[in-house]
Structure formats: C-alpha cells, structure tokens
C-alpha cells in the first residue's frame, strides 16, 4: 500500500499518555505559544484511491475529495515527533557527559536528503477553523496535487516536499467566538513561526558550502494563516541584525489572505517581507465570501485576499498579484475561499516553484489595475 508522509511543526499542546504522543489539540503546547515540536507524519493510502484523484484536466478538480480520503486515514496514521533533550527555561544543567538534542535538527535533517534529491520544499500554513487532522489532510491534499499530472504539467523535475506548520485553530466553526479565539491564537503563534524561522536561518549558516543543495524553499499560506506570517515578520525582525530581513524562502505564495489590505505599505507589517524571498504572489477574489463577513461582522477593515492591495502602484516589484475571481467558485462552492488547493491556482504555483516560467505562460494581463489573471 502507497505510503504518503508530511513533516509538522507545531505549538500545539500534545495528546496521549505518557511519554507518547498520539495527537495535537486546540492549545499551546506546555502553555506557552512559542514551544514548539517537530515530527513527521505518515498514512498509507489504497493506489486505487490516489490513482482515482488524479484526473485529466478537464474532470472534476479532486481536491476535496482528496482531502477526504486522507482524513479518513489519519487516525491510523503513524505519527513520530522528534525527540528533545535542551535545557529548561532556567538553565537547569544536566547530568554530566549529557548531550543536547533538538528536534528541529532532525527535522532539517531528513528535509536536507530530500533536497539533496532534488527536491524542493513547501512550508504550508492553515487558516481558520482546522484542527490537527485536518491540516494534515490538507497538507497531504497539497502534496500530492503538486506532484499530479494535471497539474505540473511537463516538468521534469522532482515533486516537492510540503511541510506543515499548524497553529491551534478550534477546528470549529461557532460563530463570533471561534474566529475571535482563532486570531488570537494566530496573532501569538505567529511568534512561534518566527522562531521556526529563526532556526531555519542559524541552520543555513552552520551548513558548509559543499553541504547546500541549492534547492529552493517556499511557503503557502492560507486565509488567516497570512496573519500568523504577518506576525511571524515582526518576531524574525526582532532578532534580525541589520536593516533587511534574513533571505529564506524562494517563493512565498499568499492564499486568500485574511489581513488588511495595506500590510505592504511603508511602516506597515509585511513592507519587509519581499526582503525574505525571490517573489510574494498574492491571490485575491473579490467577491469571496468568508472574507466579506469578516470585513462586515468581524469590524475588520479591508481583506488582502478580497482585493488585493489597496494602493497596487505602490508594492514592490517582487510582488504580483493575481486575481482569481473567475474561477475561485468553481474550485469552492458557495464561498470562493478555499481554492489553495485547486488545479488552477497550484498550475501555477508549480511553476513558479520549478523555475519553469517559459513553458505554461499561465498568466495574463486582469482588468484590476497591477493584477494578472491565470
């Protein structure tokens, strides 16, 4: 039976008995929003299931039921968090001749022999509204529709990597109060990613030269998994010499964004983040519904993911925008919110990712001023 496996990153609080963790739930883990875990997680799902999602690209896009399939494996998944042996936050010794161990290193680790494969990597952050084995899900869904024929096309290089940093979103949908519960828990795991940020960057600098694979990493964020970036910036600033942000991403690819529309105007939260990567492509549909409710019951102002920045002629070359209005529906329903993982939208993204931007051609000039359409 195929075997399908994501790497996590997570501040949520552990579940299980013991010394063993079976699961992650809706807290911080040990209370605090920045005490992260690193792990991997693996399902084995039927040939005849993948073989049925990947589909010509004229079919039905299988996303959904896709997401379905593997959620419905994840209990039986076989789940490895990384050990740790660091010490505590008051500088308790250990015994003599005891090493220290950090979970994030293994996690680079087994990253490091997939890109020396040739692989790239994909950090993927969630929205509202996704518990634990839900983001798993998608992260599998997000995995495994890059790597499908329909969708990258005539590339010949390797499938990517998804990695899956999850933050503790409810995972339900009770009005008012679990938005409000999730974007403070978004605003405080925000941090959280910083750190995995951070780490990332000392990583990078301990390699030799002759160790870099030179593949590139990249991050997709989802809906108000761009507020949990936003937030994250502000961490890595802080630890950051200099006046740029560390370079760490290739592509970052923003979904939907649930964050006011002007976080790239000078002095605003996301100005820097063009320093941390090659390009930021944001995608917006103006007439996505969720996003419409938060701006017209959550007080917030106008969406990133509604309509784009609020002042195009300002942005900085590094950023594009496309607008995904015309189809946005056919990949979501009724609300035009959840296309990350649609055919059009990760075409694109694909190529992007492999560098390949003479093949496809996918996008074209949109009505709204300084935006593409693909």
């Known amino acids: 039976m195929p075997k399908r496996t994501v790497h996590f990153v997570t501040n949520r609080a552990p579940k299980g008995r013991g010394k063993r963790i079976t699961g992650f739930?809706?807290?911080?883990?040990?209370?605090?929003?920045?005490?992260?875990?690193?792990?991997?997680?693996?399902?084995?799902?039927?040939?005849?299931?993948?073989?049925?999602?990947?589909?010509?690209?004229?079919?039905?896009?299988?996303?959904?039921?896709?997401?379905?399939?593997?959620?419905r494996k994840?209990?039986?998944?076989?789940?490895?968090?990384?050990?740790?042996?660091?010490?505590?936050?008051?500088?308790?010794?250990?015994?003599?001749?005891?090493?220290?161990?950090?979970?994030?290193?293994?996690?680079?680790?087994?990253?490091?022999?997939?890109?020396?494969?040739?692989?790239?990597?994909?950090v993927y952050v969630h929205g509202y509204d996704t518990s634990f084995r839900d983001a798993v899900a998608d992260a599998l869904t997000l995995q495994e529709r890059?790597?499908?024929?329909?969708?990258?096309?005539?590339?010949?290089?390797?499938?990517?990597?998804?990695?899956?940093?999850?933050?503790?979103?409810?995972?339900?949908?009770?009005?008012?109060?679990?938005?409000?519960?999730?974007?403070v828990d978004a605003s405080a795991s925000g941090y959280a990613l910083g750190r995995a940020m951070l780490k990332v960057r000392d990583y990078?600098?301990?390699?030799?030269?002759?160790?870099?694979?030179?593949?590139?990493?990249?991050?997709?964020?989802?809906?108000?998994?761009?507020?949990?970036?936003?937030?994250?910036?502000?961490?890595?600033?802080?630890?950051?010499?200099?006046?740029?942000?560390?370079?760490?991403?290739?592509?970052?690819?923003?979904?939907?964004a649930d964050v006011d529309d002007t976080v790239f105007r000078d002095g605003h939260p996301l100005a820097a983040l063009p320093d941390t990567c090659d390009r930021v492509h944001v995608y917006f549909n103006e007439r996505d519904t969720a996003l419409r409710i938060s701006d017209a019951t959550k007080a917030n102002p106008e969406r990133l993911g509604a309509g784009g920045a609020s002042h195009p002629g300002e942005l900085?070359?590094?950023?594009?925008?496309?607008?995904?209005?015309?189809?946005?529906?056919?990949?979501?329903?009724?609300?035009?919110?959840?296309y990350h993982t649609a055919r059009r939208l990760l075409r694109d993204v694909r190529v992007w990712i492999d560098g390949e931007l003479e093949e496809p051609g996918l996008r074209r000039p949109a009505p709204k001023r300084g935006a593409w359409r693909i």
């Not at 507020?227 to 961490?235: D, G, S, T």
């Open 204 to 256: 990078l600098m301990t390699l030799p030269g002759d160790d870099r694979c030179e593949r590139g990493i990249d991050l997709l964020c989802h809906s108000m998994g761009n507020f949990v970036l936003q937030n994250a910036i502000e961490r890595v600033s802080m630890y950051s010499p200099g006046t740029r942000l560390p370079r760490l991403f290739d592509q970052i690819f923003m979904v939907a």
């Open 25 to 71: 739930g809706t807290r911080f883990g040990d209370g605090d929003a920045e005490d992260l875990r690193f792990g991997r997680i693996t399902v084995d799902v039927p040939a005849t299931t993948l073989k049925r999602f990947r589909v010509d690209a004229d079919a039905e896009d299988p996303a959904d039921a896709l997401r379905d399939a593997f959620g």
């Open 316 to 338: 900085h070359q590094k950023i594009q925008q496309v607008d995904c209005a015309p189809w946005a529906f056919e990949a979501d329903g009724l609300a035009g919110h959840g």
């Open 74 to 122: 994840i209990a039986r998944a076989r789940l490895k968090v990384f050990e740790e042996s660091i010490l505590d936050d008051v500088g308790t010794e250990f015994e003599a001749g005891a090493e220290v161990v950090y979970g994030s290193i293994a996690l680079f680790e087994e990253l490091r022999t997939a890109m020396t494969a040739g692989r790239d990597v994909v």
């Open 146 to 183: 890059l790597a499908a024929p329909d969708v990258k096309a005539d590339s010949t290089r390797p499938d990517p990597a998804v990695v899956l940093f999850t933050w503790p979103s409810d995972g339900r949908k009770t009005p008012w109060i679990s938005y409000r519960s999730d974007r």
